[in-house]
């Protein structure tokens, strides 16, 4: 920041505004306030949209013309990222862009961007014809408000108040305490606010013949609470400025450590209740996998809900470089709850091999599940039977093509349950993995057990473990 | 010497915007596209802000700063963005804009993955105007297309859109990070004459784009707006000298840094399948199924939705009997993307078949019986608006 005048921050064009509007007085004093403490070339003047907003063509400095009522938060961009601390950036809007834009006000404040706000509030939106905006004083007529305004004005210096940032209200034909309110708030280092009141000539005046002097216009805002006044700031909060600091990260590579036995590809539907691990189990499962020099695909579907409904991952593995992740057919479907079971249920596709936790069969009308071979356990683990599962129901609004039948139904889906929760229930997800990789060996288990003790959350890991471990033992005994 | 990890599209994603060098990520969260916005915040660049307004302003602010700016959204989101997409254009602000493809209509279902934006994207200038938009067809081309993206946006200082899909953001996938082709990063053009011969909007490059100073640069000055204005960017009502400022800002002729479609041809094929996006994946396992079964089908990956490539896609065209169009959105978007740019005008096509499939990922199988259409009812003949 110079102390010293620099070149004059006007420019050579007209003012394009109405004989008798304010926004001039405002102009000339800001102009005289940034050339006394600033070069043209360290400020940024952004403007809005309305009558105000023509003010960058008046002015000699970098200028960024927004849209409306975005402009309180593209000055914020501009000044939190600017590459010089010793520039200033100044906004300038009207009562209807501080309305739009309210929130994005709130935000400069709460942030401390370093900036200078000016809000001309002159009762109306000026530009597009004198109609009320939420700034205008109860009983002001505008276009819009042939009555009177109704309700009550919003009152910017109040809802700044809690920020602690310094505001102030001045007239803007008195240019005394105008030309020193500007020149406080672009001297502030942070944000700094100025109100300036004013009545539009045009439209706010002929309107309200009453109100046509300064003293008139000083009267009507304070009857309303709005007097002109100044308030310093009343905290000290460091200036928000944005430091990119670019550190790119990169994923763990997963060396082939282990062998695998699959040819081919399988289709893994692993299905579950959200916030039980169903996706971190399907991850760790994956990285094992990929270690054992496999391909890995996983397609995720749950519902916005983080730790309620369902969760479902579909895993495929390969020993080839994958394309589609989606099938309409699943070698094998794990499910680890009700929520799980619903899933599969409404899932479109083709299932040949289920496997359930052996929970679910407790509870579950025959609808849902009915035995149809309780002796059929002959070839499987003690733990499991036989059981089927009701059709799958095809769903999803789309054909194959408009008018086509739905393919015919898939056969009924053979279920067989199994303990997937014995060890721990929130370790279900990760037990049926384990259980179908004892089932089928498509890799060493020691690649996940390496997998596991990966996991940075030690309760996680423990989890994870008594998992491994349960059907570890399952193994020894079956 | 591969490099296989185990990764999403979100890290991809953001692993193309570093190695381009975005250095500023306003983020605003939002269902499926999060994923993105926490890794640039883990990587140091990520801002959080209170809306996507207010993100779009920040990038455009951040953008005339110098810096490389990014933001990543869904549908909803994106429709709040969309002003400020349409200020950096005529700003000549650019940024890159991921727009992660949820079902809609309006919040839709969050976690559902879709292609039902492809319209959208395409018209949400006013004036007619539109921006590039980047489709990555595979996990590898979320970081490569994400970092050719921001390279389009500095050469042509335009806001470019990176329009992929919750499955490809959130899936993951082995992925060798060795085989990555990433583009060299392209810093925008910049003035470099005497600073007396700067004007915001003039001394056009080759590519019709004003080379560019930072905000605060202390030798010239800047004069940005988004409304209509002449070359020293004084706001000027539209007339025949602001004339050419304008209609510079349509993209359309600027196709030579936009990726390419990708043409995987079998000679003998009168069966075309063109697709984009994450549908893709499902369109490659179904021309793998139909080649070993000695069925001679071609893909074509389209990878620049707009502008469009016609002569390429086109030439692609020639020749085809059936066309096959998969996409997760209701209504064909992308067809009627095809057929409005006339790419089949007066091509012998006899078949047209639109597989569109909504809520749900489109399976190569369905691919496979509509490439055979052995199936009562498959075939769609909608040739409207093809011939001539």
Do not use: K, Q, W
């Given at each position: 920041m110079t102390t010293t005048p620099a070149r004059s921050f006007t420019s050579s064009a007209r003012d394009p505004w109405c004989p008798g509007c304010g926004h001039t007085l405002v102009i000339r004093a800001l102009q005289r306030v940034l050339s006394a403490r600033f070069d043209t070339h360290d400020v940024v003047l952004v403007t809005d949209i309305g009558c105000i907003g023509m003010a960058d063509g008046l002015f000699h400095c970098h200028t960024v013309h927004g849209l409306h009522g975005r402009s309180p938060a593209l000055a914020a961009g501009i000044a939190m990222t600017l590459p010089r601390p010793d520039m200033k950036v100044v906004v300038l809007l009207g009562d209807g862009g501080a309305a739009i834009g309210l929130q994005h006000i709130l935000e400069c404040a709460r942030l401390n961007v370093d900036l200078c706000m000016v809000v001309c509030n002159n009762q109306n939106y000026g530009m597009t014809g004198g109609q009320q905006s939420a700034y205008t004083l109860p009983g002001v007529r505008t276009t819009t408000s042939p009555g009177g305004a109704v309700g009550t004005a919003y009152d910017l210096c109040k809802l700044l108040e809690s920020f602690g940032v310094p505001r102030a209200r001045v007239l803007a034909n008195q240019r005394d305490s105008l030309t020193e309110q500007l020149d406080a708030a672009v001297a502030h280092e942070g944000f700094a606010f100025v109100e300036v009141l004013e009545w539009c000539p045009s439209y706010a005046g002929k309107l309200n013949p009453e109100t046509i002097t300064p003293a008139e216009l000083e009267r009507v805002f304070t009857a309303q609470g709005q007097s002109p006044g100044v308030w310093p700031a009343t905290s000290t909060r460091p200036v928000f400025h944005f430091e990119p600091k670019p550190r790119p990260r990169l994923p763990q590579s997963i060396p082939t450590t282990g062998a695998h036995t699959l040819e081919g590809e399988v289709h893994l539907l692993l299905a579950g209740s959200a916030g039980k691990g169903v996706q971190s189990a399907a991850e760790i499962f994956a990285r094992a996998a990929i270690a054992a020099g496999l391909h890995v695909a996983l397609r995720s579907e749950y519902p916005v809900t983080v730790g309620r409904g369902f969760s479902a991952s579909h895993l495929v593995l390969a020993d080839h470089p994958i394309e589609s992740p989606v099938s309409s057919s699943w070698d094998l479907a794990l499910v680890c709850s009700s929520e799980g079971l619903a899933y599969v249920r409404e899932h479109r596709g083709d299932i040949r091999r289920l496997v359930a936790d052996?929970?679910?069969?407790?509870?579950?009308?025959e609808q849902d599940l009915y035995p149809v071979d309780p002796t059929g356990v002959g070839a499987l683990p003690h733990r499991i039977s036989r059981m089927w599962l009701a059709t799958p129901t095809q769903h999803g609004w789309g054909s194959v093509a408009p008018g086509a039948p739905e393919p015919d139904p898939p056969p009924p889906t053979l279920v067989e349950l199994a303990d997937f929760d014995r060890a721990d229930p929130k370790g279900a997800a990760f037990a049926a993995l384990v259980w179908s990789l004892r089932q089928h060996g498509w890799f060493d288990r020691e690649l996940l057990a390496t997998e596991v003790q990966r996991v940075a959350n030690p309760k996680q890991r423990e989890s994870l473990q008594r998992a491994l471990d349960a059907w570890a033992l399952d193994t020894e005994t079956a | 010497m591969p490099d296989i990890a185990l990764v999403d599209g979100s890290w991809l994603v953001a692993h193309g915007a570093l190695h381009a060098g975005v250095d500023v990520f306003v983020g605003y969260p939002i269902t499926p596209a999060s994923g993105i916005f926490t890794e640039m915040i883990k990587a140091g660049v990520g801002l959080p802000t209170t809306d996507e307004i207010t993100a779009l302003q920040y990038l455009i602010g951040a953008s005339l700063n110098g810096h490389k700016a990014m933001t990543a959204t869904s549908g909803p989101g994106f429709l709040l963005m969309a002003e400020g997409v349409g200020a950096a254009l005529a700003m000549e602000a650019p940024l890159v804009v991921a727009l992660v493809q949820r079902l809609g209509p309006a919040t839709g279902s969050a976690t559902v993955s879709a292609q039902g934006d492809v319209g959208l994207v395409g018209n949400i200038i006013s004036g007619g105007f539109r921006c590039p938009v980047l489709c990555p067809s595979s996990f590898e081309e979320c970081a490569e297309l994400t970092a050719q993206a921001v390279n389009v946006a500095e050469i042509l200082r335009v806001p470019v859109i990176l329009l992929t899909e919750k499955d490809m953001v959130i899936g993951k996938r082995t992925v060798d990070l060795a085989t990555l082709r990433l583009p060299p990063p392209v810093d925008r053009h910049t003035w470099e004459g005497p600073p007396e011969e700067f004007k915001t909007y003039d001394n056009w490059d080759e590519y019709d784009v004003p080379p560019f100073r930072p905000?605060?640069?202390?030798q010239v000055q800047l004069r940005i707006t988004a409304s209509t204005h002449d070359a020293l960017g004084n706001i000027s009502t539209y007339s025949e000298r602001v004339r050419a400022s304008a209609e510079r800002l349509f993209i359309t002729r600027r196709l030579d840094v936009l990726p390419l479609p990708v043409l995987d041809a079998?000679?003998?094929?009168?069966v075309l399948v063109i697709s984009y996006g994450f549908t893709t994946y499902a369109a490659r396992q179904a021309i793998r199924t139909l080649r070993a079964q000695g069925v001679p089908v071609s893909l074509l990956v389209v990878r620049?939705?707009?502008?469009?490539h016609v002569a390429e896609v086109r030439s692609a065209c020639a020749g085809v009997r059936k066309l096959v169009i998969p996409e997760e959105?209701?209504?064909g978007q992308f067809r009627k993307v095809l057929l409005g740019e006339g790419v089949l005008r007066n091509l012998p096509l006899e078949v047209l078949i639109s597989l569109n499939v909504m809520g749900r990922p489109i399976s190569p199988e369905e691919i496979v019986r509509a490439v055979l259409?052995?199936?009562?009812?498959?075939?769609?003949?909608?040739?409207e608006g093809v011939s001539p």
């Open positions: 052996r929970g679910l069969a407790h509870g579950h009308s | 905000l605060g640069d202390p079998d000679p003998d094929a009168d620049t939705l707009y502008p469009l959105n209701a209504t259409g052995n199936e009562p009812g498959d075939e769609v003949t909608d040739l």
